[in-house]
């Protein structure tokens, strides 16, 4: 299965810019989703990478690079309401059903 | 809308009680999952079914069980609840595996309590 690594906690202002890292092992790799959780609510998809590059969703951007077994999730013009955990999760091998969650970056927004 | 729906938001059951929890999507979607979340550890996977009448164990099974007898439904059963399985339980769904329209749709959650 994947081994899925993000930090724990991070902290910025409102209106700033901020990027929250995920590492996994690169064997089986079959993409990348991120999702948002906000407290006492379900996670919900935010966006999925399976080739290299940047996508962008509006204010949510997403980069991938799978020669390093690296993603980032980018957040820009920052809201209170984008305090939240972010989960990081990769499929667990080729063809496989079963994602692997990291343990959430929790994000809080200050003004 | 997309919907997974969960049978209880709350819940308080007693050691040693049978617990049924329940998950249905209204999406047709092939393959359903159970996961526990816990603060530190994160989201981890119970079970998860593919196809109806099929189920396949995830990384924590121990203590769980399953059922799914329609497409739409998916049931985790607790044999013999315990404290350790104080917990918040999420049920997701997907189409099927592979691919960026294969993202997992998750139920509200229930917060089981065992006494």
């Known amino acids: 299965g994947q081994n899925i690594d993000q930090p724990t906690e991070m902290t910025a202002t409102e209106g700033a810019i901020v990027q929250i890292n995920c590492t996994y092992q690169?064997?089986?790799?079959?993409?990348l989703f991120w999702y948002q959780q906000h407290a006492g609510e379900a996670p919900t998809f935010l966006s999925y990478?399976?080739?290299?590059g940047l996508e962008e969703k509006g204010r949510f951007s997403s980069f991938l690079s799978r020669s390093k077994g690296y993603s980032y999730l980018l957040l820009k013009e920052l809201q209170m309401k984008d305090s939240a955990s972010y989960l990081c999760?990769?499929?667990?091998?080729?063809?496989?059903?079963?994602?692997?969650f990291g343990k959430g970056t929790k994000l809080s927004v200050i003004p | 809308d997309v919907k997974v729906t969960q049978s209880s938001r709350y819940l308080v059951k007693r050691t040693g009680e049978k617990v049924f929890l329940e998950c249905v999507q209204d999406?047709?979607?092939?393959?359903m999952f159970w996961y526990r979340q816990d603060p530190g550890l994160g989201l981890r996977l119970i079970y998860f079914s593919y196809d109806v009448k099929m189920k396949e164990k995830g990384d924590i099974p121990e203590g769980y069980s399953v059922s799914r007898e329609k497409k739409e439904r998916f049931s985790l059963i607790l044999e013999s609840a315990s404290t350790n399985q104080t917990s918040m339980y999420l049920c997701?769904?997907?189409?099927?595996?592979?691919?960026?329209?294969?993202?997992?749709?998750f139920g509200p959650g229930t917060r089981l309590t065992v006494l």
């Open positions: 999406m047709d979607h092939e393959n």
């Open positions: 690169t064997s089986g790799f079959n993409g």
């Open positions: 999760a990769g499929y667990s091998g080729a063809g496989s059903y079963q994602l692997t």
């Open positions: 997701a769904s997907s189409l099927q595996a592979g691919g960026p329209w294969n993202e997992q749709f």
């Open positions: 990478n399976v080739l290299d």
